[in-house]
């Protein structure tokens, strides 16, 4: 199986050589890691870009988290920390973060999340929701179509948009530009902010997953 290359960014040395560890009997190679945002921006580390980018954002400043965004804009960003700080809950439902995993996750559930992750889903814990979103500023669920309903349900589940394709028959095509025009109309910037946004206003979720 090709190797995912991984950085990997967290304060405390002794979990970062334990997670490279683990990492290590899977398929995410750690090329580097660093103890904090800004040391990684810092770094020359530019040459291979990562396709995944792990980090515990608990010792950076607000700031940092949409430069790292930008530096690597094609990695799928995944948090992992043991603190659950309303604000930094608050700017994963403005960036575009695939993932909120806590650090108590087995690690088998790590592999699978990340897994999950890198398969186009997007993870979060379900106490997000109400956290996250605050006063709705969308159209009420009545504004949206049939279609657009239930790929909106999809989107709480984390179906990526082959996923959400075979389970109405689509073209991923259709789905692509049905996703883009469903989040302008409710005023998303991404996926993730979708999916809270439709938790706050009561969507159905059938086999919504959690981190």
């Known amino acids: 199986m090709k190797p995912v290359l991984t950085l990997l960014i967290d304060p405390h040395r002794l979990f970062r050589q334990g997670l490279v560890r683990l990492l290590e009997a899977t398929r995410y190679q750690v090329v580097a890691e660093y103890a904090s945002i800004e040391e990684a921006m810092r770094s020359p580390f530019h ?11 608990s010792s950076d400043s607000q700031q940092t988290i949409p430069q790292l ?13 043991s603190s659950m700080h309303l604000d930094r809950m608050r700017q994963i439902g403005e960036l575009p973060v695939q993932g909120f995993l806590t650090k108590e996750l087995e690690p088998s559930e790590l592999a699978s999340s ?10 979060f814990p379900k106490i997000m929701a109400p956290m996250v979103v605050t006063a709705p500023h969308a ?5 949206l179509t049939a279609r657009e309903a239930e790929i909106l349900k999809r989107l709480v ?10 389970h109405l ?22 996926r993730t902010q979708a999916a809270l946004w ?8 059938p086999q919504a997953r959690s981190a």
């Not at 965004?69 to 920390?81: K, N, Q, Y």
């Not at 439709?198 to 979720?205: E, M, P, S, V, Y």
Request: aromatic letters at 2%; zero cysteines.
């Open 47 to 57: 040459v291979v870009a990562p396709q995944l980018v792990v980090v515990d954002p």
């Open 69 to 81: 965004r930008a530096a690597f804009p094609e990695a799928r960003l995944v948090m992992l920390t």
């Open 114 to 123: 990340l897994d999950r992750i890198m398969d186009g889903q997007i993870l």
């Open 139 to 143: 159209p009420t669920p009545r504004g």
């Open 157 to 166: 589940n984390g179906d990526s948009n082959r996923m959400i394709a075979a």
């Open 169 to 190: 028959s689509l073209s991923e095509m259709v789905v692509k530009a049905s996703v883009k025009q469903l989040l302008r109309k409710i005023k998303a910037a991404n």
């Open 198 to 205: 439709a938790i706050h206003q009561g969507f159905d979720r």
